[in-house]
């Protein structure tokens, strides 16, 4: 059974930081793109960033390039999205996903909450 469990939300004000964490298990971690989606209140899932499976090419959402970085620890099975200079609009529960698309199984997800 394939297995996402997200990790490392909470509440930061404007600027700050956040380390999400996704622990994957029941399946080969290592021979999967993967990705993380969001969904803020009242909206629809949003594609936010991928990696391929050999932790090379990474892709962002317009409106996080330059303040996310999406990474991966295949001996760890762990995937990461590092998110600095946050914003309250990246408000939102995020989601770790199978595929670049982020259309795969996915985790329970994580409350985000940027607010002062």
């Known amino acids: 059974e394939v297995l996402l469990v997200e990790s490392g939300g909470g509440l930061v004000q404007p600027g700050e930081s956040l380390r999400l964490s996704c622990a994957a298990s029941?399946?080969?971690?290592?021979?999967?793109?993967m990705a993380w989606v969001r969904q803020a209140p009242g909206k629809g899932l949003e594609w936010v960033s991928a990696?391929?499976?050999?932790?090379?090419?990474?892709s962002y959402v317009g409106s996080v390039q330059g303040r996310f970085t999406i990474s991966r620890d295949n001996t760890k099975n762990t995937l990461y999205l590092q998110m600095d200079s946050l914003k309250p609009e990246d408000t939102a529960v995020y989601y770790c996903?199978?595929?670049?698309?982020?259309?795969?199984?996915r985790g329970q997800g994580t409350q985000v909450t940027v607010s002062s």
């Open positions: 029941g399946f080969n971690f290592s021979d999967y793109p």
């Open positions: 990696i391929n499976r050999g932790c090379g090419a990474t």
């Open positions: 996903a199978q595929k670049l698309t982020g259309s795969g199984a």
